[in-house]
Nanobody, 116 residues
């Protein structure tokens, strides 16, 4: 099983970007898909998640600015973030968590830097 994240980069405050996470070896529709981020010196925190049936949830810090989605045909989840702020600067990780006996799959992080 592999999760391949992409889409990070340098963005100006107020800008937007979309992160992608493609899965191989497993179907995202079978997982709880999620995006986490880790700021320097801090623990990894959940940013957004999407269940098998498409129920979405968001951290308060990104609510209204982020949208998580899934494309089953591409076996990929996305995180669209708008109105980015410097405090959104972090390494973003995609995650897939199995139901039942919980197993976590992680993608390699992708760095998002919000700076002018």
């Amino acid at each position: 099983v592999q999760l391949q994240a992409s889409g990070g980069g340098l963005v100006q405050p107020g800008g937007s970007l979309r992160l992608s996470c493609a899965a191989s070896g497993i179907k995202f529709i079978e997982l709880m898909g999620g995006w986490y981020r880790q700021l320097p010196g801090k623990e990894r925190e959940l940013v957004a998640s999407i269940t098998r049936i498409g129920t979405k949830s968001y951290a308060n810090s990104v609510k209204g600015r982020a949208t998580v989605s899934r494309d089953d045909a591409k076996n990929t989840i996305y995180l669209q973030m708008n109105n980015l702020k410097p405090e959104d600067t972090a390494i973003y990780y995609c995650n897939g968590k199995t139901y039942g006996v919980s197993v976590d799959y992680w993608g390699r992080g992708t760095l998002v830097t919000v700076s002018s």
